[in-house]
């Protein structure tokens, strides 16, 4: 904040003092010079090089605080993922980023604090008010900001935390605060309850906005921002969603998750476990399928329009037990577009192509708009033995080979524009003597519908009853017909089926 100091003149220049510092204390939310911004990187980047881009929207001199791709950040000291930057100028956007032709944020808006600092966290996409680390032999500061900044946005009703003890620690504790006066307990806090699987939970009876997780007052994390129903990990020291459904959700994602362009492949794919039966996968896009339940656990989009989008993994079991994330992904035009990019390459990753037979790789680039606006190409195809071909660049974006071995076949596309940058992608397709399998999409059916007609009726349970005594023509799998999970399947499990139809009357 700017402090001004005057002689007393006047009551008339005290008067305009006094309504000065009202306007300075109004705009301390204001990003200004001096201010530092951070970045927690725990979304998998590497933390060898991390770069902040910063501009204003205003335009003219002095708009950007460094040619792309900004200023290399500083590692804050005790941490492994936290970088620092600190202001030069009064900039009002932002981009964090890996260096150029690496991986980044969206155009992102920073508002700043007042000086004392915001921090971005990639894997929650959100900003949050920074608070210094503490060592594992102090107590935790208490931030009178961070207090104000998020128990505005704290939920209400059970306000319960989870830790991932990868770290194996022997005595979890949590110690949550608001303020020195109003906080869970005394350092180190309340011993966790051990929920299973190395996962513990602590609830407290109201609203905390900070919290620290320790082995009984050692090995303690740094100061966090609470998250009520987040699991925090430990090992990775991260937040993830905690979940208790049926359905674990091990992951879901989009390749790439970032500077897609229009017109470009994003391969998303999802895994998920049940101890109930199998899964099956939907994938929607702003409310349109792309693929319904099904075996398949990825799917290929292609957005022919830039804008942010909302991608919905849905997820299902064969006992009926449903889950779903999403993900909101920004695309891009890549109209003026100097940088050259990668959309599509056919065949794509993990498809089959045909021993001895003249298979095409096509290649949909675009970008590249400098100097004469050209884009060359070049392929390089690696055999299963090793064998590789001599590549040149080429004009065309089309490449014909003919496979003669069976085996996986790598095949990488170089794209490079007039100015000679370049970029890159690599695909794996496996060459076969055989038939080219296909994919599955195979329907999803819920427990008891035994005949696969997508309801339970009693013609089911009579279905199951003519398995039983061993018509032909009628079978029965475990998944479907196994009412009571015993195992086997018998007149136990038709009788539940009509409960089931008599429970649905």
Not at 350 to 372: H, M, N
Not at 471 to 497: E, P, Q
Request: hydrophobic share 30%.
């Amino acid at each position: 904040m700017i402090k001004y100091r005057h002689k007393i003149v006047s009551i008339v220049v005290c008067a305009a003092l006094l309504i000065c510092s009202f306007l300075a204390l109004a705009f301390t939310a204001d990003a200004t010079t001096g201010d530092t911004v951070y970045v927690r990187v725990n979304n998998g980047w590497s933390t060898s090089s991390i770069y902040c881009y910063m501009w204003k929207n205003s335009g003219g001199s002095g708009n950007e605080n460094h040619s792309w791709p900004g200023v290399q950040m500083t590692k804050v000291s005790g941490t492994d993922n936290i970088f620092s930057y600190q202001l030069t100028d009064d900039y009002t956007q932002i981009i964090f980023n890996t260096g150029s032709g690496g991986e980044q944020t969206k155009d992102l808006t920073y508002t700043g604090n007042g000086g004392d600092g915001k921090i971005y966290d990639l894997s929650l996409q959100s900003w949050s008010q920074y608070i210094e680390p503490t060592t594992s032999a102090t107590l935790p500061t208490v931030s009178t900001a961070a207090t104000e900044s998020t128990a505005s946005t704290l939920p209400s009703g059970v306000y319960t935390v989870y830790l991932k003890n990868s770290a194996k620690w022997s005595t979890p504790k949590c110690y949550m605060w608001n303020s020195t006066s109003d906080k869970n307990a005394e350092w180190p806090g309340v011993n966790m309850t051990l929920v299973g699987d190395d996962v513990w939970s602590y609830t407290a009876s109201k609203a905390f906005a900070n919290c620290i997780f320790s082995d009984n007052g050692a090995n303690q994390t740094r100061d966090l921002t609470a998250k009520y129903g987040f699991i925090y990990d430990n090992q990775t020291q991260s937040w993830t969603e905690y979940d208790t459904s049926p359905i674990r959700v091990k992951s879901y994602n989009a390749a790439p998750s970032n500077k897609i362009y229009t017109g470009m492949e994003v391969v998303l794919s999802a895994e998920a476990e049940s101890s109930d039966g199998t899964i099956s996968y939907k994938f929607s896009v702003n409310g349109n399928i792309l693929r319904d339940f099904s075996s398949n656990n990825s799917v290929s989009w292609i957005p022919n329009e830039a804008g942010e989008y909302t991608v919905t993994f849905d997820f299902k079991d064969s006992a009926g037990n449903e889950n779903s994330r999403t993900l909101t992904l920004t695309v891009l035009s890549d109209s003026g577009l100097a940088t050259p990019i990668i959309k599509t390459v056919t065949p794509s990753n993990s498809s089959y192509i045909k021993k001895g037979e003249a298979s095409a790789v096509t290649v949909t680039a675009g970008g590249g708009q400098t100097g004469t606006n050209l884009l060359f190409y070049k392929y390089v195809i690696v055999a299963p033995s090793g064998e590789q071909n001599t590549a040149y660049y080429t004009l065309n974006n089309y490449y014909s080979f003919t496979p003669t071995e069976e085996g996986e076949y790598k095949i990488s596309v170089f794209v490079q524009s007039s100015d000679n940058t370049t970029v890159s992608k690599t695909v794996t397709v496996t060459s076969t003597g055989g038939e080219i399998p296909t994919t599955p999409t195979d329907p999803v059916y819920q427990l008891g519908d035994v005949n696969r007609d997508g309801v339970v009726s009693i013609l089911d349970a009579t279905y199951i009853q003519m398995y039983l005594a061993e018509y032909s023509g009628y079978n029965v799998t475990l998944d479907l017909g196994d009412m009571n999970k015993d195992g086997v399947l018998t007149i136990t499990d038709v009788t539940a089926i009509q409960r089931k139809i008599a429970e649905f009357s």
